[in-house]
């Protein structure tokens, strides 16, 4: 069952003030009753650091950490900055497994090129932190937009080893973006193929706002072939409430066999309503339309799939370079 969880939030850097929310999900049956609880977020932030805790109930009713993910901000300055992330996941019943650590390294140079490097270190039983992946992104900066370049490295029995390769173009329109990316794999002999290519396309008008993503994977030729795509339309209001409408297309509905023509079909159409509520909360509700496996081509009555309340600062991420 497919759940909407949001929760951000900034921080005003000349109070120093820290700042938090808590953000509760809860699922529904297809009458609209409720009949499990999600996870809670929880989520503080000050200017160097924050800490967000995932919760949920364990079957002894009492409440259990899934997750807690710290980061602190250790420099940032004119020529970068330099993070540290710790990601500390429990079992079901609240016992602590291994932790993940990432430090994140930006260097920026004045001609307005940067490179990110991030190193990722993972526990074991005897708490020696080991390296497991190292991704290193070079990104240059022109009057039209941004292109990046992202090698990505595994940890092997011969060290560290080049698996994956990312080339990313951005380009600025007046009233938005354009971007592709496409990705290449190792083939195991020194050499690379081409994996996934994907494409996303923002543009605003007013208070409206449209974003459409396309994904190409390899064929049975090894050709690139459309997979899916995904259009969102989004209504802001002045009273902060908004409505995202999300159709998300794909090769085949399922439950059904895919016909022989190569058009994309829809899937799914979620309907995504924000409303700011009292006492500084804000309510957003998924619903979704799905096509029957007796009707695949018509979409079926809304159902009502989950109602996530955030109270404290809740405000959406930004989208978009």
């Known amino acids: 069952m497919k759940r909407c969880i949001f929760a951000t939030f900034t921080c005003s850097l000349a109070l120093m003030a820290q700042q938090?929310?808590?953000?509760?999900?809860?699922s529904v049956d297809v009458n609209g009753n409720r009949v499990a609880?999600?996870?809670?977020?929880?989520?503080?932030?000050?200017?160097?650091?924050?800490?967000?805790?995932?919760?949920?109930?364990?079957?002894?009713?009492?409440?259990?950490?899934?997750?807690?993910?710290?980061?602190?901000?250790?420099?940032?300055?004119?020529?970068?900055?330099?993070?540290?992330?710790?990601?500390?996941?429990?079992?079901?019943?609240?016992?602590?497994?291994?932790p993940v650590r990432e430090t994140i390294e930006e260097q920026k140079r004045p001609d307005g090129s940067s490179t990110i490097q991030?190193?990722?270190?993972?526990?074991?039983?005897?708490?020696?932190?080991?390296?497991?992946?190292?991704?290193?992104?070079?990104?240059?900066?022109?009057?039209?937009?941004?292109?990046?370049?992202?090698?990505?490295?595994?940890?092997?029995?011969?060290?560290l080893q080049t698996v994956e390769k990312r080339d990313e173009v951005v380009v600025k329109q007046p009233s938005g973006y354009q971007s592709e990316t496409t990705t290449y794999r190792s083939d195991g002999n020194g050499g690379f193929y081409t994996a996934v290519r994907e494409t996303a396309e923002h543009s605003e008008q007013n208070s409206q706002s449209t974003d459409s993503s396309a994904e190409y994977d390899r064929g049975p030729n090894g050709e690139l072939q459309l997979h899916g795509q995904t259009v969102t339309k989004t209504?802001?209001?002045?009273?902060?409430?908004?409505?995202?409408?999300?159709?998300?297309?794909?090769?085949?509905?399922p439950g059904?066999?895919?016909?022989?023509?190569?058009?994309?079909?829809?899937?799914?159409?979620?309907?995504?309503?924000?409303?700011?509520?009292?006492?500084?909360?804000v309510v957003q509700t998924l619903s979704v339309r799905r096509p029957s496996v007796s009707d695949p081509q018509t979409l079926g009555p809304p159902r009502q799939i989950s109602q996530t309340v955030c109270q404290g600062d809740c405000k959406p991420p930004k989208t978009g370079p």
């Open 20 to 26: 938090s929310n808590v953000s509760d999900s809860t």
């Open 37 to 98: 609880d999600g996870p809670v977020i929880s989520q503080t932030k000050s200017a160097a650091t924050s800490l967000t805790t995932v919760s949920h109930q364990s079957i002894n009713g009492g409440t259990v950490p899934l997750e807690k993910v710290e980061v602190h901000v250790l420099r940032d300055d004119a020529s970068g900055k330099v993070t540290e992330r710790i990601t500390r996941r429990f079992d079901p019943q609240g016992n602590p497994m291994p």
């Open 118 to 159: 991030s190193t990722t270190y993972r526990g074991d039983i005897n708490g020696n932190m080991q390296i497991t992946e190292k991704t290193t992104t070079d990104s240059h900066a022109n009057g039209s937009g941004e292109s990046s370049e992202t090698i990505v490295q595994r940890a092997t029995a011969d060290g």
């Open 235 to 253: 209504v802001a209001r002045p009273d902060g409430s908004k409505d995202a409408v999300v159709e998300i297309y794909g090769r085949s509905v």
């Open 256 to 281: 059904t066999v895919g016909g022989n023509d190569s058009g994309l079909k829809l899937q799914e159409q979620q309907v995504i309503e924000t409303t700011p509520g009292p006492n500084n909360t």
